[in-house]
Each structure stands twice: as C-alpha cells, then as structure tokens.
C-alpha cells in the first residue's frame, strides 16, 4: 500500500511543485488588475518577489532531509522544480529593483559597490544563475560528478540571500530572523549527510571490503549494517 500511494504521489509532486511555486506570482498579477499593491507597486513587487525567493530557497534547501528523515524519495523531483521557481523569484526581485531605479547604470552599481545588503543580493543572483542553466538533465549527464558539486553553491546563495533580507529589513528583524533560524536548522540536518561522505570513513569503507589489501588471504570480515 505504501508502494502504490508513493508511485502516485511521485507522479504529482512536480506539477504540485509548480503550482505552489507559481501561487505568489499568480497573487501579484491578480493585484496587479484588482489594485492590490498597495501605494507603492515597485516597492511592493520587489518586496513579495524577494520573500517568495528565499521562501522558495528554503523549501528547495528541505527536500533532502526530508528524503533522508523520512525515505519519501518521492520528494526528489521536486528540489528542481522549487529551485527554478526560487530563481525566477531572484530575477523578478532583480527586474523590479532596476525598474526602480530607472535603469541608472551609474546608481546601480554605486549600490552595488557600497551597499552591503546590495553586494550580498546581487552575489547570491550570479552564483544562482549557473545552477539554473545546468538544472537541466542533459547538463547533469555532461558534468557528472562536477555537477553535484556545482550545485551545493545553492547553501552558499540561500545564506546571502538571509543576510541581504537581515541587512535590507531596519526595524522588524522577526522575518529575516525566523529564516536565519530554518537555514541554520537545514544546515545542522546537513551535518550528518557531509559526516557520511569524509575521506576517512570511505577509505576505511574501502579497507573493509572484500579483496581490499588490509584483508588477509582466507579470512573474510564479518558483515556489518548500517
């Protein structure tokens, strides 16, 4: 039975990914004809957009210790799908900030130099912009093993992203301060998967395997699980 409701939910996940991801940018349009946006549009869009973005950041950044916690591989589909959706939120986010400023080449990069919150926002954008172009399976056959590693550059634009937000907000930190708390839960559930994977264990994985030097001629290890 759970076989079965597994291998449906696996082929749901990733329209239910898009559609979820899509909600806050259907909001903005249906404000958008309703009047919704308040006083200020461009404020407000590059507001939404940005808190979608890390939103968006940190669900992507769960679905691996879900998996892991729970054995619902079924979740796997969506990470990619939950990372594109968090980066058409950055370019969004991204858009409206240069419509605000009027397309000043000169300002913006005035900003970027002295502005930290600026500087951090626009780091976590480039490093965004390569996992996005490489999401795609013909990408992931090409660079192989270089590909995994490419990608965990995600941690490192996920916690720019929560400083821009902490450095950007000047009174209320609640907000910033809940999402610094859930990226540094998701990098403490991380800790055991990267402890897993140290040189040591696998070379000590490797010693232990039949044939390996370490073994004796005629004597066989006895067999452990995990």
């Given at each position: 039975?759970?076989?079965?409701?597994?291998?449906?939910?696996a082929?749901?996940?990733?329209?239910?990914a898009?559609?979820?991801?899509?909600?806050?940018?259907?909001?903005?349009?249906?404000?958008?004809?309703?009047?919704?946006?308040?006083?200020?549009?461009?404020?407000?869009?590059?507001?939404?957009?940005?808190?979608?973005?890390?939103?968006?950041?940190?669900?992507?950044?769960?679905?691996s210790p879900?998996?892991?916690?729970?054995?619902?591989?079924?979740?796997?589909?969506?990470?990619?799908?939950?990372g594109?959706?968090?980066f058409?939120?950055v370019?969004?986010?991204?858009?409206?900030?240069?419509?605000?400023?009027?397309?000043?080449?000169?300002?913006i990069?005035?900003?970027?130099v002295?502005?930290?919150?600026?500087?951090?926002?626009?780091?976590?954008?480039?490093?965004?912009?390569?996992l996005?172009?490489?999401?795609?399976?013909?990408w992931?056959?090409?660079?192989?093993?270089?590909?995994?590693?490419?990608?965990?550059?995600?941690?490192?634009?996920?916690?720019?992203?929560v400083?821009?937000?902490?450095?950007?907000?000047?009174?209320?930190?609640?907000?910033?301060?809940?999402?610094?708390a859930?990226?540094?839960?998701?990098?403490?559930?991380?800790?055991?998967?990267?402890?897993?994977?140290?040189?040591?264990?696998?070379?000590?994985?490797?010693?232990?395997?039949?044939?390996?030097r370490?073994?004796?001629?005629?004597?066989?290890?006895?067999?452990?699980?995990?």
């Amino acid at each position: 039975m759970a076989s079965a409701w597994q291998a449906k939910a696996a082929r749901w996940i990733r329209p239910a990914a898009w559609l979820g991801g899509l909600v806050p940018l259907i909001l903005l349009v249906a404000g958008a004809f309703t009047g919704g946006l308040g006083a200020d549009p461009i404020e407000y869009v590059t507001l939404r957009t940005g808190f979608a973005a890390l939103l968006l950041l940190m669900c992507t950044l769960a679905v691996s210790p879900l998996r892991r916690l729970t054995g619902w591989n079924w979740l796997a589909p969506a990470r990619r799908t939950l990372g594109l959706c968090a980066f058409l939120y950055v370019c969004l986010h991204l858009s409206t900030y240069l419509v605000d400023q009027g397309f000043a080449w000169t300002y913006i990069v005035e900003d970027v130099v002295e502005r930290p919150y600026v500087t951090v926002g626009f780091t976590a954008f480039l490093l965004l912009v390569p996992l996005a172009v490489t999401s795609t399976k013909g990408w992931i056959r090409r660079m192989g093993k270089r590909w995994q590693k490419l990608h965990r550059m995600v941690y490192l634009a996920a916690g720019l992203g929560v400083l821009h937000f902490i450095w950007l907000v000047k009174s209320d930190l609640r907000e910033p301060l809940i999402f610094a708390a859930v990226f540094a839960l998701l990098m403490a559930l991380r800790i055991p998967a990267l402890a897993g994977r140290r040189p040591g264990r696998a070379a000590a994985a490797r010693r232990g395997a039949p044939g390996s030097r370490d073994e004796r001629p005629g004597e066989t290890r006895p067999a452990t699980t995990a």
